[in-house]
């Protein structure tokens, strides 16, 4: 039962508890909105409701006197839940290639054999935060230290909003961490230490419920290949083997993800409104001009290229969180980006702003395949192993975890000083890759992101990601073990542009894989050394022949050959909207701010200023962590507590209401938010006393 104001606007919801196989979770009717419910406008809209973008909308809605809309081009998810919600079904029942993934194209990649590369990307409340593997690594401190360097040279604020001690604690902020049963610890070999992980934030990490025997084999080949077992790697010192952290709800065994985790478990919010199948098509701008530029007004947003455009009305300010790619498709057709691009797809320049999508840089991977004798978790899925029911709630929470970050020295021995100085050799020419015409901006920027790279090269950082994956292949089948290979600081850059002035027209997306030769050497020592860790012991009993590329290739020539015909992307797009100096091609300073815009912010993926060795999910919940508070306390509203919003994370079916409603301007709305709240807990008190 659901009780709503004469504004149709949510006042509270009564739980109902279900049950599932994957045990009991509360059902609500949340903040997910028809179209006819919107106000005419609102102090925050947010492009995007997925990994950060529903970090957004949670935390800046606390504030019961502030009033956020989420526009967010996909479902909500309802319809999918199983393939969402279980986390084996990453697997099993993806949802890569159907409604629910963006399905982007690369165009042909020379050095790759010259194949259109798919890039998956969730489209669906939560973003690919649903669609993901799930795993939760973190940046190194290293890494993060060099960000405000990068990003700010000469402000002493920026490490306090980007360093490693603010992202640490924002990370931390979105966290509750469980720990592994002492079962799953001992099979597993799983080094952990609770004081790196949060414990009262909205998303859920913690291991498996079931592991799979193979995965105690990894941190002991690796060690016996001089690669050490991590301590604690969320800690700040990620190189080395571990077993990762998963975005995973122990209570239940579902995926934790941006919905679950920041959406579904608030209390009822009449300031929040997140509107599902809308897509932000362009950023609209007033006549007047405020500090820092043009001044939003308005957000434009529609269904389809064929839809009828329609607007909303923006108090404060907009924020792009639609990702890598959809944040600078929003920026350039909303006028902002490079005047060549814009003009040529018939777009009209408001500000000429080269770096956006540019800097583009994305973790390049293949895999070996071998054949096992041992069990897998798609032979124990597919029913071959009886004594493990292969669709029980405790096994479907199994995904693949084991990892490890390889350095310089480990993966080219005695080369490794040579190959640095190449490197430093390089460094003068190497922009020429981006290509002819570009813009000297961008060209300072590739120049500042490669030295800090360059310098990487000395630390102990892994510059090559070898992930342990016991979930089967199309090469071999269920009873077949992939070691995949994954370039983690490429010295390649590339670019997205758009050609139409039409937003629903997917950009032109060129990552330029293994442009630079560097990437090639890294890749192919990364592809040798982890046959080697098939062929070392104690992971290499389980291991029956190689099946990929196979015994036939040897040489260098061979392996970049093979490199070139199965390589893809790991999943891992950022940069497009560089936070740099504006000097150096970026797009946002450090307070994500958009250059020559008064209220427009970027906060996601596509604002890190170069790749991290590790998977972006983590650092992007901190990212939009750090964001809240930062717009919060612009506007004083305190930040939120760590205890808020609640944690309970459960697995939801929520369904929206499409009940009309006349629209109410966000300056009213305000004055109903505190006898909203108390009609809320009223009536759900009366309710409980009448149960």
């Not at 329609?310 to 404060?316: L, P, R, Y």
């Not at 260098?556 to 199965?566: E, H, M, R, Y």
């Not at 901190?622 to 697995?651: C, D, V």
Request: glycine share 8%.
């Amino acid at each position: 039962m659901i009780l709503f104001s004469k504004y149709g606007l949510l006042l509270t919801s009564i739980p109902v508890v279900l049950s599932s196989p994957y045990g009991p979770y509360t059902q609500h009717k949340r903040n997910i909105v028809a179209q006819t419910q919107l106000l005419d406008s609102y102090d925050f809209v947010i492009a995007g409701g997925g990994t950060a973008g529903l970090v957004l909308a949670s935390r800046l809605s606390e504030d019961a006197n502030t009033t956020v809309l989420v526009l967010e081009a996909g479902d909500t998810g309802d319809a999918v839940a199983s393939s969402i919600d279980v986390p084996a079904n990453a697997y099993y029942q993806s949802l890569w290639g159907t409604p629910y993934d963006w399905g982007y194209p690369t165009v042909a990649q020379p050095n790759v054999g010259n194949r259109v590369l798919p890039w998956p990307r969730g489209k669906v409340l939560g973003g690919s935060s649903a669609i993901n593997g799930m795993y939760s690594v973190r940046p190194s401190q290293i890494e993060l230290d060099a960000w405000p360097a990068l990003s700010a040279p000469g402000d002493s604020s920026a490490s306090g909003k980007w360093g490693w001690q603010a992202m640490l604690a924002a990370m931390k902020k979105s966290e509750t961490f469980v720990s592994p049963s002492s079962a799953v610890q001992q099979a597993a070999d799983i080094n952990y230490d609770v004081s790196s992980h949060g414990s009262n934030g909205p998303l859920y990490t913690s291991f498996p419920g079931y592991i799979v025997p193979l995965v105690g084999s990894w941190a002991p080949t690796l060690a016996a290949l001089g690669v050490p077992q991590t301590q604690d790697a969320y800690n700040g010192q990620t190189w080395g083997s571990f077993v990762a952290t998963s975005a995973i709800n122990p209570q239940n065994w579902t995926r934790s993800y941006a919905r679950s985790a920041y959406l579904d478990p608030l209390p009822p919010r009449g300031n929040l409104h997140v509107l599902p199948n809308y897509t932000a098509t362009r950023v609209l701008f007033g006549n007047s001009t405020g500090t820092g530029g043009l001044v939003a007004s308005a957000v434009e947003y529609a269904t389809s290229g064929y839809d009828a455009r329609k607007t909303v009305g923006v108090n404060k300010e907009v924020i792009l969180a639609s990702g890598a790619i959809g944040s600078p498709n929003v920026l350039m057709q909303s006028g902002v980006g490079p005047k060549a691009v814009l003009q040529k797809a018939g777009v009209q320049v408001l500000v000429d702003l080269p770096g956006v999508g540019q800097h583009l840089q994305d973790h390049l991977s293949t895999q070996l395949v071998y054949k096992t004798s041992s069990d897998t978790a798609a032979s124990i899925h597919d029913g071959s192993l009886k004594t493990v029911p292969g669709n029980s709630p405790t096994f479907m929470s199994f995904v693949n975890s084991a990892t490890a970050y390889v350095n310089l020295t480990t993966l080219l021995g005695s080369s490794a000083s040579s190959f640095q100085s190449d490197v430093a050799n390089a460094a003068a020419n190497s922009s020429g890759l981006l290509g002819d015409g570009q813009d000297p901006t961008v060209i300072s920027g590739y120049q500042a992101i490669y030295n800090i790279s360059q310098q990487l090269l000395t630390s102990p950082l892994g510059h090559i990601e070898i992930l342990l994956s016991l979930t089967g292949t199309p090469n071999a089948g269920d009873q077949s073990v992939a070691i995949q290979v994954a370039l983690q600081r490429p010295f390649s850059q590339g670019s997205l542009w758009i050609t139409t002035n039409n937003t629903f027209d997917y950009p032109v997306i060129d990552p330029k894989y293994l442009t630079h030769d560097a990437d090639r050497t890294l890749l192919r020592a990364g592809v040798k050394f982890a046959r080697q860790i098939a062929q070392t012991q104690p992971l290499a009993q389980a291991l029956t022949g190689e099946v990929v590329p196979g015994p036939n290739v040897n040489t260098d020539d061979q392996w970049d050959g093979w490199v070139a015909q199965t390589a893809g992307t790991e999943y891992h797009p950022s940069s497009t909207c560089a936070m740099l100096p504006l000097a150096q091609g970026g797009v946002v300073d450090a307070d994500l701010r958009v250059y020559g815009l008064a209220n427009v912010r970027v906060a996601d993926s596509s604002v890190f200023p170069m790749q991290f060795a590790s998977h972006l999910m983590a650092p992007t919940y901190g990212l939009a962590e750090q964001a809240s508070g930062l717009i919060r306390a612009q506007y004083n509203a305190p930040p939120s507590s760590p205890n808020s919003p609640n944690n309970s994370n459960n697995s939801t079916t929520n369904s929206t209401d499409t009940s009309p409603a006349p629209k109410k301007s966000s300056d009213a709305l305000r004055t109903s938010l505190s006898s909203t709240a108390l009609s809320a807990i009223i009536f759900g008190l009366l309710v409980g006393i009448l149960a």
